[in-house]
């Protein structure tokens, strides 16, 4: 068992893996994709729904344009990513509205924000353009995932604190006074630079 | 022009036109099955609006015929038109709001607004689609929002205000989404502007 | 015709209680990285504003055009394109033209494309129905107020670099956002005072 773990550390997709979720965690250590998420990680099941959105999207899209990565003029790398993600989320949701419209009415606040988060487009440019089709999946779904997890850790905090509930289910009991502040602007700022600060202690990445 | 500019407009050309092929492509894959969807989730949501239980309703489109009357008003409004419906037995009116009557913060508000036959007090507001912040605008959808409309009523105009509400008790007055002002802002000048647009179409009826 | 004063309204309530970074939570990542400096914060305030403003009073008549024939579901991608288009054609002619002014804030414009509040912007003005003026005056209100942000938080920054004492873990980005937190804060007291979609 012990001869496998060893022999992971030298593979890399593993690598790859391991570094999209903690050394090069989009939003504690390069900060990215926060735009859209502050205002949508005030729940729990938004923060799930936000963050698998981002997942699958950045996998497809990084893909698929590492597949394309040999025939794009670097001169309109920018505007190629744009339009593969925005067509991708577009007709993806235009046959959820089709085939399950409920499911696409919840949704649609989201598809928006998932095509403007900087996650998508950073991935891309960082990664994708430059790696082989495998590679890019991994580190697609590990930025995705490194990305839930800050979003799902946020997200518990506002929604005890502003609701009493975690997924709707009300813990805290009757008598607790919402701290709305949590819910709306400001309190998302200071939830998530409270993380940044912790999670940076933990792996050790300061910024001078 | 040299080959890499030539290129460059060749790959730009090519993607522009697949992006919008494909886009154009799904649009009429989907739409007939999308108008279908949208207008049975009309008719069940004005129906339910009136309170008819649709548990054993088998063919929704002649229930929807027998029970609720459609008038289509003569005017018009930024190029649609303007549609009444009324229960045949109550006399209670349902009047639709959308993107033309004003908007959400984020994207269009899109329901019925139900009201009694004495075409003032709300029996119930539906939302079909909206577009807010998901967990703090979004819960205008919440039935403990909506249901905290009916009863009230549209005259002199209908106020979503939380410090306000609080302190008056006039029927007109409701409590607004806390963490979520403009939402709450937005949503009551949309169903003062559909009102106020419809009320002399109803006065008529 | 739009009166003077819903002109002048929208351009106040998208400046302040609207603030298009503060209240809107938009445009967060050029917001934080380039805070470090006030001099950075400002050309790239400038390079926003004019941006915005003239993306915004293109992409008007082209919605106008999208809406007549019919195709609105492309608007997304339209708007997208047209934005691309307008930076890099605005970097090259700067680079021709005004090299003063480009070797003053031109570095800034790539980065412009993925500035979440121009595309914001595009979409704002289809969700309020607005005319071309009224568009403008948004633009140009959304990206003064979007300047603003940063031209703040980057003063605070740079002074709070040198004299005050933070824990290594919350220099940098961290401490920025407690800082918008607290400006986030100050501009909910600009509620009420003005409203983005007047009643005309």
């Keep these: 068992m012990k001869k496998f773990l060893i022999r992971l550390n030298y593979k890399k997709w593993f690598n790859v893996l391991r570094d999209g979720i903690a050394r090069n965690n989009p939003i504690v250590v390069t900060v990215l994709g926060i735009c859209s998420s502050l205002a949508v990680a005030n729940m729990v099941e938004n923060a799930i729904a936000m963050g698998i959105g981002v997942t699958l999207v950045t996998m497809l899209s990084s893909a698929f344009i590492a597949l394309i990565r040999n025939l794009i003029p670097s001169q309109v790398r920018m505007v190629t990513y744009m339009v593969v993600i925005s067509t991708f989320t577009i007709v993806f949701e235009m046959f959820l509205k089709a085939l399950a419209p409920e499911v696409a009415e919840r949704l649609g606040a989201y598809v928006g924000l998932i095509i403007t988060n900087c996650i998508v487009m950073g991935r891309a440019e960082a990664f994708a353009v430059k790696n082989p089709v495998r590679y890019s999946t991994i580190d697609a779904f590990a930025s995705g995932m490194g990305y839930t997890f800050v979003l799902i850790m946020m997200s518990l905090i506002r929604e005890l604190l502003s609701n009493g509930s975690i997924l709707n289910i009300s813990l805290l009991g009757a008598d607790w006074i919402n701290w709305t502040i949590f819910a709306i602007a400001p309190g998302g700022f200071f939830v998530i630079s409270l993380f940044i600060w912790g999670l940076r202690v933990w792996l050790k990445y300061y910024e001078e | 022009m040299n080959k890499a500019y030539q290129k460059m407009l060749v790959f730009v050309l090519i993607m522009g036109t697949t992006a919008g092929g494909l886009l154009v492509g799904a649009d009429l894959l989907t739409r007939s099955q999308i108008e279908q969807n949208q207008i049975n989730l009309k008719q069940r949501t004005i129906l339910q609006s009136h309170d008819y239980d649709l548990s054993t309703v088998t063919d929704l489109a002649t229930y929807y015929e027998d029970k609720i009357e459609v008038i289509q008003s003569l005017a018009e409004y930024k190029d649609q038109a303007i549609f009444i419906y009324r229960d045949r037995e109550s006399e209670d009116v349902t009047i639709a709001f959308d993107k033309r009557f004003g908007a959400g913060v984020w994207g269009p508000i899109v329901g019925y607004l139900t009201l009694e036959s004495d075409l003032v007090t709300i029996k119930s507001v539906a939302i079909i689609s909206q577009k807010e912040t998901p967990g703090l605008g979004a819960k205008v959808t919440t039935a403990v929002f909506l249901n905290s409309l009916v009863g009230k009523l549209m005259e002199p105009r209908l106020v979503i205000d939380k410090v306000q509400a609080d302190n008056i008790d006039d029927l007109n007055y409701v409590t607004s989404i806390v963490g979520a002002t403009r939402t709450s802002v937005a949503f009551q000048n949309l169903l003062n502007s559909t009102y106020a647009f419809h009320q002399p179409l109803l006065e008529v009826l | ?200």
């Design chain 3, 1 to 200: 015709m739009v009166s003077i004063s819903v002109l002048i309204e929208i351009f106040i309530a998208s400046l302040l209680p609207f603030n298009i970074a503060l209240a809107s939570i938009l445009g967060m990542c050029p917001l934080i990285a380039i805070s470090t400096n006030v001099t950075n914060a400002k050309g790239m305030g400038l390079a926003v504003v004019l941006v915005t403003t003239l993306t915004a009073a293109i992409n008007w008549p082209i919605y106008e055009f999208l809406k007549w024939s019919g195709t609105d579901t492309l608007d997304l991608l339209v708007f997208m394109i047209t934005i691309a288009a307008s930076v890099q054609f605005l970097e090259l002619a700067m680079q021709k033209f005004l090299p003063a002014l480009y070797n003053a804030f031109g570095i800034y414009l790539p980065l412009i494309t993925v500035n979440c509040i121009v595309l914001a912007v595009s979409l704002f003005f289809v969700n309020y129905d607005y005319g071309f003026l009224e568009t403008v005056v948004f633009a140009l209100g959304s990206s003064l107020g979007w300047a603003f942000a940063i031209v703040l938080l980057s003063g605070i920054r740079e002074k709070l670099s040198v004299i005050a004492d933070l824990p290594r873990g919350l220099k940098g980005k961290a401490i920025a956002f407690v800082l918008l937190g607290i400006l986030a804060l100050a501009f909910i007291g600009f509620a009420g005072i003005a409203r983005v979609d007047p009643i005309q």
